[in-house]
């Protein structure tokens, strides 16, 4: 399985991106996928969750700002970043999930937001 994600860049505080991540593999529409993000001097910190049944979760920081989703039919799941803030800054990974065990990691993009 691989995962190519995409869609970073600068923003503006208050401004919005939107990330993608395609991955290859037919376990796509039966694993859990997350995105992940990590600032600098930082350790990598969950973002938002959405199950194989579509079941979204989000970390506190970003509820009611972010969206996260997934097609099936093009093996991608996005994440919708509105109303982003400086602390928002960082390199953004995508992770499959499959049996609750065996994780797969994107290369990450860089997201950042200027004040």
């Known amino acids: 399985v691989q995962l190519q994600a995409s869609g970073g860049g600068l923003v503006q505080a208050g401004g919005s991106l939107r990330l993608s991540c395609v991955a290859s593999?037919?376990?796509?529409?039966?694993?859990?996928l997350g995105w992940y993000r990590q600032a600098p001097g930082k350790q990598r910190e969950w973002v938002a969750d959405?199950?194989?049944?579509?079941?979204?979760y989000y970390t506190d920081s970003v509820k009611g700002r972010f969206t996260i989703s997934r097609d099936n039919a093009k093996n991608t799941v996005d994440l919708q970043m509105n109303s982003l803030k400086p602390e928002d800054t960082g390199v953004y990974y995508c992770?499959?999930?499959?049996?609750?065990?065996?994780?797969?990691w994107g290369q990450g993009t860089q997201v950042t937001v200027s004040s």
């Open positions: 992770k499959l999930l499959v049996g609750g065990r065996t994780a797969y």
């Open positions: 959405i199950t194989s049944g579509s079941t979204t």
């Open positions: 593999g037919s376990i796509f529409r039966v694993a859990s």
